[in-house]
């Protein structure tokens, strides 16, 4: 048996902190920025190179990023414990410096106060966790919990005849980003996308109609960032690793929205009886529809057999 901290060597990463006054910054910055220049500077006589005009906006909202973060080196290790934060960390240092010294009495200190640091920081992560998922104030979540619990369907929104997306539902989508999904080959993270989505609605909604229009999709979008992950813990061969593609969550929304607006075409020329690629429906919905049309015919054998059954016995007995 070898320990997890000896299988596994630290890792070194690169992380983005975000210090204060960041967000109202780089909400600023967006606020004064004229996204129609960056079409005007791609467009040539009356076409626009969407190419261009999407890698200068995505460019952009990058440099604005990285002028108002701070990215530093962080090392992870194989035995981290979840509960582990800054304050700890420091109350780690305080003691260690106190035994290098020698003192007795700060060693003393600093251990009582690192207990209570790890106490705190424990009962913290617990209460984060329990409030994750019972004290949550995340109103999709409990809207989707009632949605299932009802059988609540909505009615599918109408199709236009054109293709192009509304300002209304790329801002809904931006919102609705998950911010703990890892940013793809454009650096953009997905907090910055949900929080500054007032801002960055407008030049995305035109990025998405010239891409419908023209049919094609810009480069920079489709590009993609292949992360081996290992399957177990002690890694032997190239097999043993797990590819996991990161793309641009900028393309994650688009592919989203125009998912959504195929889907108000299908409906109608779907059978009813198929249960893929259909929205509230699982496998557990066509086993029970097969089990229920199977005991209703056999209700109906059975009822047959014992009504013949009668009719011989009272005729016999006659």
């Known amino acids: 048996y070898r320990p997890l901290v000896r299988r596994s060597k630290p890792v070194l990463k690169q992380v983005r902190t975000w210090p204060s006054g960041a967000i109202s ?30 890698s200068s906006v ?20 194989p035995n981290q414990k979840p509960w582990m934060t800054a304050e700890v960390r420091a109350l780690l240092k305080a003691r260690d410096s106190a035994f290098k010294e ?14 209570r640091g790890i106490r705190e920081a424990k009962r913290a992560h617990g209460q984060s966790i329990h409030s994750h998922f019972r004290d949550s104030g995340d109103t999709r979540r409990m809207w989707q919990g009632i ?10 929104p109408a199709c236009d005849s054109d293709a192009s997306l509304p300002a209304a539902d790329v801002r ?35 990025i998405f109609n010239i891409s419908l229009s023209s049919a094609t999709v810009p480069t920079c979008l489709k590009a993609t960032t292949i992360i081996p992950v290992p399957k177990k813990s002690s890694v032997s061969c190239l097999n043993d690793y797990r590819p ?11 592919e ?6 195929i889907k108000t075409l299908l409906p109608p020329s779907l059978d009813p009886l198929q249960f893929a690629y259909h929205p509230n429906r699982s496998t557990d919905d066509a086993i029970s529809t097969t089990l ?24 016999s007995i006659n």
């Open 244 to 254: 996991i593609a990161l793309t641009p969550i900028i393309m994650k929304c688009f």
């Open 102 to 115: 020698g003192d007795k009495a700060a060693l003393r200190k600093a251990r009582a106060k690192l207990s």
């Open 25 to 54: 910054a780089l909400q600023d910055c967006f606020e004064h920025t004229d996204w129609q220049m960056f079409r005007e500077a791609a467009t040539y006589s009356t076409t626009t190179d969407l190419e261009e005009y999407t």
């Open 58 to 77: 995505t460019s952009y909202i990058g440099k604005c990023i990285d002028d108002v973060t701070v990215s530093k080196t962080i090392t992870t290790r």
């Open 256 to 261: 989203r929205l125009v998912l959504r607006h």
């Open 292 to 315: 229920h049309l199977a005991l209703t015919h056999l209700g109906q054998i059975l009822f047959t057999m014992d009504s013949t059954y009668v009719f011989r016995r009272f005729y």
């Open 147 to 156: 949605q299932a619990i009802t059988n609540y369907r909505t009615a599918p």
């Open 172 to 206: 809904k989508t931006l919102r609705r980003v998950n911010p703990r999904k890892a940013a793809g080959p454009d650096n953009i993270p997905a907090r910055v996308l949900r929080e500054y989505a007032d801002q960055l609605t407008d030049v995305f909604t035109d």
